[in-house]
């Protein structure tokens, strides 16, 4: 009983209170495999109190001028950076990631998040249109839809819960966002800020819990007329499903199996780490991560070797050690997922030149049931393998030749997803030949992960449904209304 004392003990945060759970979920610390914190297992009762303190705040907030929401905006901005290094530590510890990379990343990130639309929301424009002819003139007006459902993943959890509750709290909504219950924490710990930020009871609603209980709720619940969701497919087709009898506006942002396209004429000196970084950033897990690697037969075997070597040089460690490049992976069963596919991977005669099962992976003792892996490298591959089709979500990437650019643009382009891509070539005109072809979101070329966030983010094909951005967020989380005027 004495451990059960220290445990970190979350609460949903519902009209601007901290409320107890009837019942809760373990939270595991994923560099020890231990429990170390306790979630709130919600569901219908506490999605119906959030819906209702979420329409209760709605006409205030709705009604303050963009000005007004802006500064608040920028407050809880100046709160979160505040609290930069707590919310990097616990960050690291809740979801796996290293302290460095939650420091210099996610937290950062958060905190532009909200500046970013706290001065967006300022710099719209509306259309106008006259006919002169029937003495006629038409404009636009644009407002919030009123209760948003954001529901975000685990790999960038404050990241991308911000991402999506700085948007749509500028354009006027009240929300309501379920973070994924493996990592929680920072989520919580961002709703104690709110009140000293000056956001009103009730405009931002964190309920925790499952998908199947609580996500569900907020999906199919007839009050939240707009979800906006970042994860996998399949929970996507539930949405879907949940989302279709009450026509809800949804935005979806998927998975990807991203490919690096590595010309001969690539300059290999910035090529190389970069491509180790994409491959292996946040353990894998970033749906922008590089997991097929095309490079030009001539310079293949170079490429290889050297990317092998630099692989070597990635660090996994304790996520606290400021020397490691990768901290662990999630969770026990997403570590055994990841794991499999390498086995499928030998098991149809690929070489695995390093990492998983090659490579001795040396931790404390303390975390020798943490879920750590090597990053692994994967040759001699099908294009139809699983491991060059699925998503895989972890340190894993496998390396194949190509000859031509047509070839390589076709296999490129021949599996489901479409959400991001890197080119690698010093040609001008075969990069932009090449990115206009290719069936992704977002084309890098000769860098990786530079984002410019006035711009459209999200994927093709079963990379997603819509755009997140300046113009692209505000107008998912508003309604626009043409207005015709007779004179």
């Not at 006409?59 to 303050?64: A, L």
């Not at 749509?168 to 493996?182: D, F, L």
């Not at 006035?454 to 094909?461: E, S």
Request: charged share 20%; with cysteine.
């Amino acid at each position: 009983m004495a451990a059960t004392k220290t445990l970190l003990m979350l609460e949903n945060f519902i009209g601007g209170k901290f409320l107890p759970s009837h019942s809760y979920i373990d939270s595991y610390d994923p560099s020890t495999g231990e429990v170390y914190c306790r979630v709130p297992n919600s569901g219908k009762e506490e999605i119906e109190a959030a819906v209702e303190a979420a329409r209760a705040a709605f006409p205030g907030w709705s009604s303050r001028s963009p000005q007004e929401r802006s500064q608040v905006l920028h407050r809880l901005a100046d709160l979160l950076e505040l609290s930069l290094e707590d919310l990097a530590q616990a960050e690291s510890k809740d979801q796996g990631k290293t302290v460095t990379l939650a420091r210099t990343m996610d937290i950062p990130r958060s905190v532009q998040n909200f500046r970013f639309f706290a001065s967006s929301i300022l710099h719209h424009t509306s259309e106008c249109t006259q006919m002169d002819h029937l003495g006629c003139l038409h404009y636009t007006v644009r407002a919030p839809v009123g209760i948003a459902g954001l529901i975000s993943p685990w790999n960038l959890p404050l990241y991308l819960l911000t991402w999506k509750i700085a948007p749509a709290i500028a354009a006027g909504n009240t929300v309501i966002a379920k973070p994924s219950e493996m990592t929680s924490v920072t989520a919580w710990m961002m709703c104690k800020l709110l009140d000293k930020a000056g956001v009103p009871p009730g405009v931002v609603n964190i309920v925790f819990g499952t998908g199947p209980r609580v996500g569900e709720a907020l999906v199919s619940h007839p009050e939240v007329p707009l979800i906006s969701f970042t994860g996998s497919q399949p929970t996507a087709e539930r949405i879907t499903q949940l989302s279709a009898p009450h026509c809800k506006k949804l935005s979806l942002e998927l998975g990807g199996k991203n490919p690096a396209i590595i010309f001969e004429d690539a300059n290999l000196e910035e090529c190389v780490p970069t491509t180790v970084r994409s491959s292996f950033a946040n353990q894998g897990e970033i749906c922008l991560c590089t997991s097929r690697i095309f490079v030009q037969k001539s310079i293949y075997s170079d490429f290889l070797k050297r990317f092998v070597e630099a692989t070597r040089m990635w660090k996994v460690g304790v996520p606290s050690d400021p020397s490691a490049s990768m901290g662990a992976l999630i969770s026990k069963a997403h570590l055994e997922k990841v794991r499999s596919y390498i086995q499928k991977a030998r098991a149809e005669g690929a070489r695995v030149l390093c990492g998983e099962g090659v490579d001795k992976l040396d931790l404390p003792p303390r975390n020798q049931a943490g879920y750590f892996m090597l990053p692994t490298v994967i040759t001699d591959i099908k294009d139809e393998s699983c491991c060059m089709k699925e998503e895989i979500f972890g340190p894993v990437t496998c390396v194949v030749p190509f000859e031509s650019e047509e070839e390589v643009i076709r296999r490129a382009n021949s599996v489901k997803y479409g959400l991001a891509a890197t080119v690698w070539s010093g040609n001008v005109g075969r990069v932009h030949r090449v990115a206009k072809k290719l069936q992704s979101g977002l084309v890098w070329t000769n860098c990786w992960l530079i984002r410019e966030l006035n711009l459209p983010f999200g994927g093709m094909k079963s990379s997603g449904v819509g755009r997140e951005g300046a113009k692209d967020s505000y107008e998912f989380f508003t309604e626009v209304k043409t207005i015709t005027v007779k004179h």
